[in-house]
C-alpha cells in the first residue's frame, strides 16, 4: 500500500454502535489531492446523463491510471436506476488498497447522490463506470452488507481489461457424482447432487478470490447480482432461492423477456447502462442483470467481479430494462428484467466479465410436452446456456417447474417421463422412466437433467447437446406394485433349449393382484449344472451387480458412456437374469466371459491394470417385463439344466 493510505487504512476502523457495524471515516491525509471545487452535499440530486446515439463503438476515452488517483479525488459515477436512463452520481475516493490480490488493487470510495443515501450500494449496480476529471477509473463493484455509510469497492479498469482477453474452451468445471454399475448409475442424480455441483468451485475459486476478503475486520464482498426467476413456479424458485442465494446472486420472482418490458425498443449497450447475462429464454426466463463499465469497439466490459468465475464462457449478452429499486436494509435490488440479445459474454473472471456484441451463442432448446391428469395438453419451449456447470442445474430447475406447476403441490402421484437428447454426430440418448408416490415431478427432473450431467463432464470428449425433446404423463393416482411371488410351473431338471413359463405375482398399492407370465428360454448350447434365476426390480439387480463385481465399472470411452445411459434400468419394469458359476472379465467396459485361467491370468498383470474387473458369474438370459406399475422387490429361483 502507498505511504498516503497509512492514515486511511489504519482510520478504516469498525465502529459498533448499536449492535450495527459502521466505518469511521477519516479525513482525507495530508498530500491528498483534494477537488478544486467545494463538494456537494451528500444527498445532492442525481443527475439525468442525456444519451448518445446508440452505437457499439463509443468514442475512445481516457483512462486515468491507478498510481494517479489520490485520497481525496471525486468523480462521478453512472448507472440506470429506472427505465434506462443513465444517471450520475458522486463518488469521493478514501483510498486505493494494493496487493489486496495477486497483483490486484481496489480503490475505496463513499458514494452520493440519487437514492444511494436511501438504499445504499444496489444488487445490479455492479459494472458502474467511475470517472475522474473525465478519465475512466473502474468498476463499482464491491460492498459492505448493512453498512450505515454508502462506502464502495472499485475494480481499477485496468485489471478488468487485462483478466478478460480471449482464451479458449474451459476444462470441466463440475463433476457429478458418476458411480456406474455395468448397467449404468448406481443411482439418478438428486437435488443434493445438483447442489453439490454448484457449490463445488466455491471453497477452491471464492467468490472473494483474490480480493479483501475482510477489511479491518469487515467484509468487503461482491455486490450480488439479481438473479430474474420469470415463468417459474414459486416451489421452485423458493429451492432455487436457497441454492443461488449464497452464490452471489440476489434471486427474485420476476417478469422476463422482450414481451414483459414497458417499451418498444431499448437503446443499445453503453457504459453505465444495463446489462443482461441470460441461463435461460424462452417461456421461462433466468437472467442476471449488471452494468455495462467500458466498451471498446464491440467490446464489452462489465460487473467488475465474477459472474461465477467460470473462464471462457458462452452466454447471451442481453440488454435489460430497470423497472425501479427496491430498498432493502441488507441488499437493496434493481427490480429488472433482460431484453433483446445482442451478443455473448465470452469472459468471466475475477475482475469482470466480457463480451462482443454481435452473434449470440448456441442455446441447448429443449422443447417440453406434458399431458396432465386431466387431460390437458400443454407444450413449453425454451433454450439454456450450452455449460456443463450450469446445463444439468437449469434442465432440473427448469422441468420441476413445468411438473410442479401443472399438477398438485402435495399427496401421491405418478409421473411418466420420456426424454430425448440429440447430440452431435447423430447420437442419441434417451431415458424414460415411472415415478410415483410423493413428489414424483422432483424425481422426474432428476432423470433429465442426469444425462446432461453425465454427458457434459465426460472425461473423453467434448459433447454438443443439439436438442433436447421431453414428453411427460401425470396421473393423480399411485401406480405400484410389490413383487408378492414368483415360480417355474416346470419341476425337476431342464433339457437345453427347452422353454420354461416363469409365473410372476405383482400386488399393486391397493391390493389388487397381478399376474404375468415370462417364458424362459434355455440356450441350446448351455451346459449342464445348477443356475440362478434373478427376478427383480431395477434397483435390486444393480446392486447385485456391484456386489459381484466388487468394484465400481467406470467406462472407457463416450460410446461406453451413452450406452450405460440409454441401458439404465426403468422403475416400472420387471427384470429376469439367468446366470450360472463362470471365470469372465470386463476388460475395458466390455464383458469377456468363459475365460480360461490362463487368459485372466494374463489381463491381470498386464498393462490393463485396474481396467480389468473379474467376474465369477456369466449371465446366460437376460428378460425385461414393462409394467404400468413401479415395481419394488425381488427373488431368487434355482433351475437345473441337463443335456
Known amino acids: ?22 466505518l469511521a471515516l477519516p479525513a482525507p491525509p495530508a498530500g491528498a489531492v483534494l477537488p478544486a471545487a467545494p463538494l456537494a452535499a451528500p444527498d445532492a440530486p442525481a443527475r439525468v446523463l442525456p444519451l448518445p446515439k446508440a452505437s457499439a463503438t463509443p468514442a475512445a476515452i481516457d483512462i486515468l491510471p ?32 494494493e496487493n489486496v490480490g495477486p497483483k490486484q488493487s481496489m480503490i475505496i470510495a463513499r458514494l452520493d447522490g440519487g437514492p444511494l443515501e436511501k438504499t445504499g450500494i444496489i444488487a445490479g449496480m455492479s ?96 455486490i450480488s447480482v439479481p438473479l430474474t426467476f420469470a415463468g417459474f413456479d414459486p416451489a421452485t424458485f423458493e429451492w432455487a432461492k436457497g441454492v443461488f442465494s449464497g452464490m452471489g446472486f440476489t434471486p427474485v420472482m420476476g417478469t422476463g423477456g422482450k414481451g414483459a418490458l414497458p417499451t418498444a425498443s431499448l437503446p443499445d449497450l453503453q457504459p453505465g447502462g444495463a446489462v443482461g447475462i441470460s441461463l435461460i429464454e424462452g417461456d421461462m426466463d433466468l437472467s442476471a442483470t449488471g452494468t455495462v463499465t467500458h466498451i471498446d469497439q464491440n467490446r464489452v466490459y462489465a460487473f467488475g467481479h465474477p459472474f461465477y468465475n467460470l473462464g471462457p464462457t458462452q452466454f447471451p449478452m442481453r440488454k435489460a430494462y430497470v423497472y425501479s429499486v427496491f430498498p432493502s436494509l441488507y441488499q437493496s435490488w434493481k427490480i429488472s428484467s433482460a431484453a433483446d440479445a445482442v451478443g455473448t459474454i465470452e469472459q468471466d473472471r475475477i475482475t469482470a466479465v466480457a463480451g462482443t456484441i454481435g452473434k449470440a451463442p448456441h442455446m441447448i432448446p429443449v422443447e417440453v410436452k406434458i399431458k396432465t391428469s386431466r387431460g390437458q395438453e400443454r407444450a413449453f419451449s425454451f433454450r439454456m446456456v450450452d455449460d456443463e456447470l450450469f446445463s444439468p442445474v437449469l434442465a432440473y430447475v427448469a422441468l420441476a417447474s413445468v411438473l410442479q406447476s401443472n399438477e ?26 415411472l415415478f410415483t408416490q410423493e413428489q414424483p415431478a422432483i424425481q422426474a427432473a432428476a432423470l433429465v437433467a442426469a444425462p446432461l450431467a453425465y454427458l457434459m463432464t465426460n472425461d473423453f470428449e467434448r459433447v454438443k447437446v443439439e436438442k433436447v425433446d421431453i414428453d411427460v404423463a401425470s396421473d393423480e393416482t399411485v401406480q405400484s406394485a410389490t413383487l408378492e411371488r414368483v415360480w417355474l410351473e416346470r419341476t425337476g431338471p431342464v433339457r437345453a433349449g427347452a422353454t420354461v413359463p416363469l409365473k410372476v405375482l405383482l400386488r399393486t398399492y391397493r391390493g389388487e ?27 435390486s439387480l444393480t446392486a447385485v451387480e456391484q456386489r459381484e463385481m466388487r468394484q465400481q465399472f467406470v467406462p472407457r470411452d463416450l460410446d461406453q458412456l451413452i450406452r450405460a445411459i440409454n441401458g439404465l434400468r426403468h422403475n416400472n419394469h420387471v427384470y429376469v437374469r439367468m446366470t450360472r458359476p463362470d471365470d469372465g472379465a470386463i476388460v475395458r467396459g466390455e464383458y469377456m466371459q468363459s475365460l480360461p485361467p490362463s487368459v485372466l491370468s494374463v489381463l491381470g498383470g498386464s498393462d490393463q491394470g485396474t481396467s480389468v474387473i473379474p467376474l465369477r458369474t456369466a449371465a446366460v438370459w437376460d428378460f425385461d417385463l414393462s409394467t404400468d406399475y413401479a415395481v419394488s422387490g425381488s427373488r431368487l429361483l434355482t433351475l437345473t439344466v441337463e443335456r
Open 513 to 539: 393382484t397381478l399376474a404375468e407370465t415370462i417364458p424362459i428360454t434355455i440356450p441350446a448350447t448351455a451346459p449342464t449344472g445348477s443356475y440362478a434365476v434373478l427376478v427383480a426390480d431395477g434397483p
Open 66 to 97: 491507478l498510481d494517479q488517483v489520490r485520497p481525496g479525488m471525486v468523480g462521478v459515477g453512472r448507472t440506470v436506476f429506472e427505465g434506462t436512463k443513465i444517471e450520475e452520481f458522486k463518488v469521493t475516493v478514501i483510498g486505493v488498497l
Open 408 to 433: 398438485r403441490a402435495f399427496g401421491t402421484s405418478t409421473i411418466r417421463v420420456d426424454a430425448r437428447f440429440s447430440l452431435t454426430g447423430k447420437r442419441e440418448v434417451r431415458v424414460e422412466d
Open 127 to 222: 459494472g458502474s463506470p467511475v470517472y475522474i476529471d473525465g478519465k475512466l477509473v473502474g468498476a463499482v463493484a464491491y460492498g459492505f452488507p448493512f453498512s450505515k455509510e454508502t462506502i464502495g469497492g472499485i475494480t481499477p479498469i485496468s485489471e478488468m481489461i487485462d483478466a478478460t482477453r480471449t482464451g479458449g474452451p474451459r476444462a470441466a468445471s463440475a463433476r457429478f457424482p458418476t458411480p456406474f454399475s455395468a448397467a449404468g448409475p448406481k443411482a439418478p442424480l438428486d437435488r443434493e447432487s445438483f447442489v453439490a455441483a454448484l457449490r463445488r468451485p466455491i471453497p477452491s475459486i471464492p467468490l472473494a478470490a483474490g480480493m479483501p476478503s475482510v477489511l479491518v475486520g469487515q467484509s468487503l464482498t461482491p
Open 1 to 22: 500500500m502507498r505511504s498516503s493510505m497509512t492514515v486511511v487504512a489504519s482510520a478504516l476502523a469498525v465502529v459498533v454502535a448499536s449492535g450495527t457495524a459502521v
